[in-house]
């Protein structure tokens, strides 16, 4: 997979997200939007926690056809060596103000998606316009609107095809 480079194309990218596995992170929408991915052959999700929701969430997986696609990497010492196995993270929680596993994304350099809520707009300089998503090239990440699995696919399905603005992005 690239690791902070743009890869061939048809390599695999990695989708990662590191921190508590409960029901507040929502993972159930970035498992339902990987799922409707248009390439999701070329993905593997890293999910790097514990929680109460991991035995329910990997049961949707199996449920949505991708657990073959989903990796339970359980609790980590090392966030930094967890994120240089990722090509971008993922947060979907709903209610954010501002999320240390975002800010560790970004100095690890990956490219983030995230919800447009509360502080995480500033804090990777995307915006969600009612059409979908941001691509400004100052950005660190894009900003999808919360629990919204179409605009989640959308921004992912992106980044996966378009590896050079991944790789900008973080």
């Known amino acids: 997979p690239a690791r902070g480079r743009a890869g061939s194309p048809g390599d695999e990218v990695t989708?990662?997200?590191a921190g508590r596995i409960g029901s507040d992170k929502r993972l159930d929408v970035l498992l339902r939007a990987v799922a409707a991915m248009s390439n999701r052959s070329r993905v593997r999700v890293l999910l790097y926690g514990e929680g109460d929701d991991r035995p329910a969430l990997a049961a949707l997986a199996t449920d949505l056809g991708i657990a073959?696609?989903?990796?339970?990497?359980?609790?980590?010492?090392n966030p930094a060596r967890a994120y240089a196995n990722m090509d971008?993270?993922?947060l979907c929680s709903p209610r954010e103000s501002s999320s240390n596993m975002v800010l560790e994304a970004m100095a690890a350099g990956k490219a983030v998606?995230?919800?447009n809520v509360g502080g995480m707009p500033e804090l990777v300089g995307g915006a969600q316009p009612a059409s979908g998503f941001n691509r400004h090239s100052e950005?660190?990440?894009?900003?999808v609107s919360a629990?919204?699995?179409?605009?989640l696919t959308a921004a992912l399905d992106y980044l996966v095809a378009n590896d050079a603005f991944r790789v900008q992005l973080g």
Do not use: Y
């Open 15 to 17: 989708i990662g997200f």
């Open 68 to 77: 073959d696609r989903v990796e339970w990497r359980g609790l980590t010492q």
């Open 88 to 90: 971008m993270v993922v």
């Open 113 to 115: 998606v995230t919800t």
């Open 139 to 143: 950005a660190c990440g894009i900003c």
């Open 147 to 151: 629990l919204n699995v179409w605009a």
